[in-house]
């Protein structure tokens, strides 16, 4: 069979953009993982033990009712029993420090405790739970944060290498960055597997919309595996993945030109990643069926429909902030400043989209917007009776990735921005985002370390971070330098060709 016929128009980056894309977002991970106490994130206690029991070969727990109606029991070392359960005492109480923590007693031996996270697919916990097997101590669980940051590093890096390559729009790797919100570095810094979702949801919608929306230069093949790839750690990672993918190709598919893609459907290239997709959806399914891994929740409530969607409702401010970022155990907000940054490029950049005249684009990210809004209250309204309303805005998070980067590459020719004015203005979109990121740290440190609302010197406090609170900080500025650098590189680039404007490429 013939090889894929060229889709977008990519010119390759120099070989250090992807190193140096990777260990920006690596470094500033690195300083949640290491700002973060263990067990200072929403069930990573559960996340750890299930880890350290898939590594030692444990791939499936019997479903039982042992936590909310679900989990199961998975076989991990005492010490992490007592290191994560040792958490208990500042988790709910944000004016509480993690000084608190009185380690119990827990050596080397393995016992059988239970997770809510012991029904999961076991992909990710398999790869994340390597360091418990030569260290069952607290350097096995910051081991087991930086192996699942590197992942998503590599994502990231992924994501913005399409973006640059694409040459699509100025705006499209500024759109990537602002997707990359403090909470998706938060939880990259911690064990929890929704960030391999995030990220590698976040790697498809760049690489997805650079071979959609790409003119008919170059070679579309590098894209097609990033969409691939990242398919498969998504489908490999959470229940809800097939869901996610499936809207995702959607909108995919309304925004962009199906025809390169039409064009290459017998190439050997799409045939392998497609089996590839293919594979990973069923398995999911199959795991999630057999598991029962969304067989939740105990208590039975009453509500009426018109009560739940109405409360659901009132939540979606709530939602939006925590999707932004809201750390710890959803009690550690970002400063306000921080919001407001977010909420002023994504509405810029939705703004600029919006104004252009590619009428199936602008519907498409319309309709993303809409499909964010109503998947979680469809989802939380119909299990309300049965889990309360557990939605979290991280859970969103694939889905909402998709916004700024869409909208940044809907950005390509038509906007009615002069095109000097929106050079003097791109860096200082990056520049703000990443001072919002080193806000959102600062004030997650003062949190753990001397409680909400008590000081505003991360450098003191009852508690630090291994190492001492300033090299953390030094290290979040050394990761956000380089991601600013990367980013603003980025956008720098400028195509040798005119191309087609996206209203040509939608008739």
Not at 55 to 66: K, L, Q, V, Y
Not at 72 to 78: C, D, I, M, Q, R
Not at 289 to 295: E, G, I, K, Q, Y
Request: proline share 6%.
């Amino acid at each position: 069979m013939r090889s894929i016929k060229p889709m977008a128009d990519l010119r390759a980056t120099p070989r250090g953009f992807f190193t140096a894309a990777f260990l920006g977002f690596l470094a500033l991970s690195a300083a949640w993982a290491l700002a973060v106490p263990i067990n200072g994130a929403p069930d990573e206690r559960e996340h750890i033990l299930r880890a350290a029991g898939v590594a030692r070969g444990e791939f499936w727990s019997t479903p039982g009712d042992f936590i909310n109606g679900g989990g199961g029991l998975v076989t991990a070392p005492a010490s992490f029993d007592a290191l994560t359960n040792a958490a208990t005492c500042f988790a709910h109480n944000a004016e509480q420090p993690a000084s608190c923590q009185a380690v119990g007693a827990g050596g080397d031996e393995l016992g059988r405790y239970p997770s809510a996270a012991a029904r999961y697919f076991p992909f990710y916990y398999f790869l994340v739970g390597l360091p418990s097997l030569a260290f069952s101590s607290v350097l096995g669980i910051y081991l087991m944060r930086l192996l699942s940051a590197l992942v998503n590093a590599f994502f990231f890096a992924s994501a913005l290498e399409s973006a640059t390559e694409s040459r699509l729009s100025r705006l499209f790797p500024a759109g990537v960055w602002a997707a990359a919100t403090p909470m998706t570095f938060f939880l990259s810094g911690v064990v929890n597997p929704n960030s391999w979702e995030i990220t590698a949801a976040l790697s498809f919608w760049s690489a997805g919309v650079a071979l959609l929306f790409g003119s008919s230069a170059g070679s579309g093949g590098r894209l097609i595996a990033r969409l691939a790839i990242a398919a498969t750690f998504m489908l490999f990672t959470r229940s809800l993945a097939p869901l996610w993918v499936a809207l995702m190709l959607g909108v995919l598919a309304t925004a962009g030109s199906l025809r390169p893609v039409l064009r290459a459907a017998g190439s050997r290239t799409v045939v392998k990643w497609s089996a590839l997709v293919t594979v990973a959806a069923a398995a999911s399914l199959t795991w999630t069926a057999l598991a029962r891994t969304v067989d939740l929740g105990a208590a039975e409530k009453q509500l009426s429909l018109l009560k739940r969607l109405e409360a659901s409702i009132n939540l979606l401010p709530a939602r939006l902030q925590e999707s932004i970022g809201n750390f710890g155990w959803i009690n550690t907000p970002s400063p306000f400043l921080t919001y407001l940054i977010w909420a002023g490029v994504l509405s810029l950049l939705v703004l600029l989209a919006l104004s252009t005249r590619a009428l199936r684009p602008r519907l498409a990210l319309l309709g993303l917007m809409g499909i964010i809004v109503s998947v979680s209250i469809l989802l939380e309204v119909a299990a309300a009776n049965r889990l309360g309303f557990f939605w979290q805005g991280r859970y969103s998070l694939p889905l909402e990735v998709g916004v700024p980067v869409l909208a940044a590459a809907l950005c390509a020719r038509e906007i009615p921005f002069p095109a000097a004015q929106l050079g003097r203005l791109i860096p200082w979109l990056i520049v703000s985002l990443a001072c919002g990121q080193l806000l959102a740290l600062w004030f997650a440190m003062i949190r753990f370390q001397s409680g909400i609302g008590s000081t505003l010197n991360p450098l003191n406090g009852s508690w630090h971070p291994p190492g001492g609170s300033l090299p953390v900080l030094i290290l979040a500025v050394a990761g956000l330098v380089t991601c600013t650098a990367v980013v603003t590189w980025g956008t720098g680039r400028r195509a040798s060709s005119p191309g087609r404007s996206l209203e040509s490429q939608n008739e």
